[in-house]
């Protein structure tokens, strides 16, 4: 399938989300979109995919105009887009969530076809297994296939490595190369270069919801960073070693049950000052060490040892004895940290540790509108956080942190954001926060844990298989940790 | 970027209760041309049924006093998600705690025992809810389940009340307890129904709640906790406490108009004193959009329609049930226009 978009503009009131965007993505070819955050890939996808107007301009599929004002219309024509987070049903199993939006009825048939596919691109996926168990990668995988035999023409994917793991990342390019050899027309969204210049054969970059540069494969990184960000943003060297202090987090024996695997047998000390990076494939352990730390999970057995007192056994307790000195971002951070509706004035109010009952709000506005400079954050203290950009909510809880804490504790800490976003990020959590301040992020993606952290533990299985200090390891030998393989 | 979350909602709102009243009067227009009824006489009928005389108006806000307060109370409570079904169970807790106060030998002073009374008819209710809320951050079972049964406790203990411990000398009926003695009726102006207390007590709660909602911290935390209360926990704000006093407020709103009820409507204990105003609240608020502006003007469109619709039976020799048949198309039209917004919402 053919796609040719025309002088596509999009306004949201006063704002122009896109201006004059026009590209042209062949039959059989992976054409790459990249941009910082913010400046239109997304919106772009959007009006493609039905789920928004456009204001002006014309999408041309296959030499004919055509119009798309429902997600219906978009499927219909072949249009299948494949998100970020998976939009799968998390109760059913592979197969059911295979057969949905799919008129063939005979299960049989379905399973036949599910079987066909996977081992077609490589894919393991057992079909009676509930999709709440598997990994993020794992329901991609099966999202994939059910657009594939849905007859999706046009494949949009947007960052389809963000939850992933090397390995899947490694079954999942092969998989884009052979859809995109039969024919398919597929648009990538991303803003990992490497990414892009393994799979796309062109790319268009968008910047401030305008084309800035289009190019054909071999791709000159520079050139692409200086359209995506007006000028090249320094890599930075690897951050030099923290001094550290005494012990203020330990785990002994820790036993805990929240995530798919939970955490087993975790005995770990940190100390203060100390940057550590936790690895892992989604969901073996990463995200319910760094809740045990925050005390929002409690530990089935072992105790949690934070500052020389353990953490109390009730999650009441546990907030109450955390507060003063642990912060947490979670990687979902419209799902558990911050209220989509409630403005940024208000979010600094909720954080106030004040405790009177009929304390008059909106003595804020001043400390927000410092906060907006301060961190950058495109916004009004008017503004619902809900309507702020993935890299804005961060910076948002970047601001609402509390410089005090001693240990700081993050889930992915530039999940979604741009190099310049991240970077930034980075900078803050290093260069603003007091050297004692201790760090403890996990995050998929292995450079950011090789350039930022002092100490790397790798989870696998909900057990620690690796803690080293960072200098004495490789990357090779964390990914190999990652999936079970002892060197 | 989108846009800022301004003042959008306002004609929406307003759409909302227009298209709303068409749909009301609509259906019943409908439901009167079915029962043969004359459609402009009637509507005439209700209105001079609530709105003729300085008494039918004082009537009118005889009913509009309970029904604000169980509305105010029950903006706490949908402010932090919760249906709190039980706010009957509540009302009627409040009027049994109000009575049981009045009962108390030994004092002389009427002035005394309505402050008792007053007082105990906020513990009545405060602690039906705080019941229901056990239930549900305790015990895990769900608002609606658990505020149904106690309804029905509710219920069933006033009756037990009214035909056992409480019944008048010699007989005990439907009619409910003994009237009051007459100097522990809520004192109304000359000529009216409406007892003065009463309105100041309503005019101070929509206030207050005003305030608590819309101004001060606390209503902010009621508001994260109903938006996201996972993350609440990271504000230090731990959810179960906070829909514990939500609930514990609407009950005590509602056994205030319990107290009221006795006090100044019934002056005695009747077995269905909360005469479903409960219910009523429920829908005046969801039809209000849970905005406390409008709820005064909607709780007293619902009492004049309560009263109103009265004199039908009367003067048309229309069957009383119709009365009630117009009550719940204003229920269903308030159904839809909610689930048109929410439709609306999502798209």
């Known amino acids: ?60 599929i ?46 049989k048939k379905l399973r036949l076809s599910l079987q066909a596919l996977a081992s077609r691109f490589g894919f393991h996926l057992a079909p009676d297994r509930a999709v709440e168990l598997l990994t993020v990668g794992e329901r991609q995988q099966i999202e994939l296939l059910r657009l594939i035999h849905c007859k999706t023409r046009l494949l949009i994917l947007d960052e389809p490595t963000t939850g992933i793991s090397p390995a899947q990342k490694k079954t999942l390019f092969p998989a884009l190369k052979h859809l995109a050899a039969d024919g398919i027309t597929i648009l990538l969204v991303s803003h990992k270069l490497e990414e892009v210049a393994t799979l796309c054969s062109e790319v268009t970059v968008l910047r401030h919801g305008s084309v800035t540069h289009h190019t054909n494969a071999p791709f000159h990184f520079p050139e692409l960073l200086k359209a995506m960000f007006g000028s090249v943003p320094k890599q ?103 209220f989509a509706d409630i403005s940024l004035t208000d979010h600094f109010n909720l954080k106030e540790k004040q405790h009177s009952f009929l304390g008059i709000r909106n003595n804020n506005r001043v400390q927000t509108e410092k906060a907006i400079t301060t961190f950058s954050i495109k916004g009004e203290p008017d503004y619902a956080a809900g309507d702020l950009s993935g890299g804005n909510q961060q910076r948002l809880l970047l601001a609402l942190l509390d410089p005090e804490s001693r240990l700081v504790l993050l889930e992915n800490p530039t999940r979604g954001l741009d190099i310049r976003s991240g970077q930034w990020v980075w900078d803050y959590l290093r260069n603003k ?12 993606e292995l450079d950011e844990i090789l350039h930022f952290s002092d100490r790397i533990l790798v989870f696998h299985n909900g057990l620690i298989v690796l803690d080293r200090a960072v200098t004495d390891t490789s990357h090779a030998a964390i990914a190999a940790a990652m999936t079970g393989m002892t060197e | 970027m989108k846009k800022p979350p301004t003042t959008r909602h306002l004609p929406q709102a307003a759409f909302d209760i227009l298209s709303g009243t068409i749909l009301v009067f609509g259906f019943t227009a409908l439901i009167l041309l079915i029962a043969d009824a004359p459609v402009l006489a009637a509507f005439k009928n209700i209105w001079m049924g609530a709105f003729v005389s300085t008494a039918k108006v004082s009537q009118v806000l005889s009913v509009w006093v309970p029904l604000i307060l169980c509305s105010c109370g029950l903006l706490y409570t949908f402010r932090v998600n919760l249906w709190n079904i039980g706010i009957e169970g509540q009302i009627t807790m409040g009027a049994i705690a109000a009575m049981a106060a009045l009962r108390i030998p030994g004092i002389e002073n009427p002035t005394l025992l309505l402050i ?11 602690t039906w809810g705080l019941l229901t809320g056990l239930l549900k951050t305790r015990g895990g079972v769900h608002e609606i389940f658990g505020g149904l049964g106690l309804n029905f406790v509710a219920q069933g203990f006033i009756l037990w009340l009214i035909f056992g411990p409480w019944k008048r000398p010699g007989i005990a009926s439907m009619s409910g307890t003994e009237l009051l003695d007459h100097d522990l009726w809520l004192s109304t102006p000359t000529g009216w129904r409406v007892a003065t207390m009463g309105l100041l007590v309503a005019g101070s709660v929509v206030i207050l709640t005003w305030l608590f909602l819309e101004k001060s911290r606390f209503g902010l935390k009621l508001k994260a906790i109903g938006q996201n209360p996972k993350a609440t926990l990271l504000y230090g704000l731990l959810p179960e406490r906070y829909y514990l006093k939500a609930i514990m407020i609407t009950g005590a709103c509602a056994g205030i108009a319990g107290f009221l009820q006795v006090t100044a409507v019934y002056h005695r204990l009747i077995p269905s004193i909360s005469s479903g105003y409960g219910y009523l609240a429920l829908l005046v608020v969801m039809l209000a959009g849970y905005r406390i502006l409008l709820l005064p003007i909607l709780a007293l469109f619902f009492a004049s329609l309560n009263v109103g619709s009265i004199q039908l039976p009367i003067v048309l020799q229309l069957d009383s049930s119709l009365s009630g048949v117009i009550q719940g198309c204003c229920v269903l039209s308030a159904l839809l226009i909610l689930g048109i917004r929410q439709k609306r919402e999502r798209s």
């Open chain 1, 1 to 60: 399938m053919d796609v040719e978009f025309q002088h596509i503009s999009k306004n949201f009131g006063s704002v122009n989300a896109l201006t004059d965007v026009s590209l042209t993505a062949n039959s059989g070819t992976i054409h790459g979109l990249i941009g910082e955050n913010g400046a239109g890939k997304s919106t772009l996808m959007k009006i493609l995919t039905g789920y928004q107007s456009k204001s002006g301009g014309t999408i041309v």
């Open chain 1, 236 to 338: 930075k060297d690897k951050e030099a070693q923290r001094e550290t202090g005494a012990q203020i987090l330990q785990m002994q024996n820790v036993e805990a049950s929240s995530e798919r695997l939970g955490l087993k047998q975790c005995t770990v000390k940190c100390a203060e000052g100390e940057i550590i990076g936790l690895a892992g494939l989604d969901g073996a352990g990463q995200s319910t060490f760094l809740r045990l730390a925050a005390g929002l999970t409690i530990p089935d057995r072992g105790s949690v040892i934070l500052f020389g007192k353990e953490l109390p056994k009730n999650i009441k307790a546990c907030l109450q004895s955390q507060r003063q000195q642990t912060s947490f971002i979670p990687a979902d951070r419209l799902e558990e940290a911050l």
């Open chain 1, 433 to 444: 926060l007091s050297p004692q301040t201790t760090i403890l992020f996990s995050s998929p």
């Open chain 1, 62 to 107: 296959n030499g004919r105009e055509a119009r798309l004002n429902s997600p219906k219309e978009a499927a219909v024509l072949g249009i299948g887009m494949l998100y970020q987070e998976p939009m799968d049903f998390t109760p059913l199993t592979v197969l059911e969530n295979f057969s949905l939006g799919n008129p063939e009825r005979n299960r």
């Open chain 2, 116 to 126: 008792f009374s007053f007082f105990a008819s906020i513990l009545g209710g405060a």
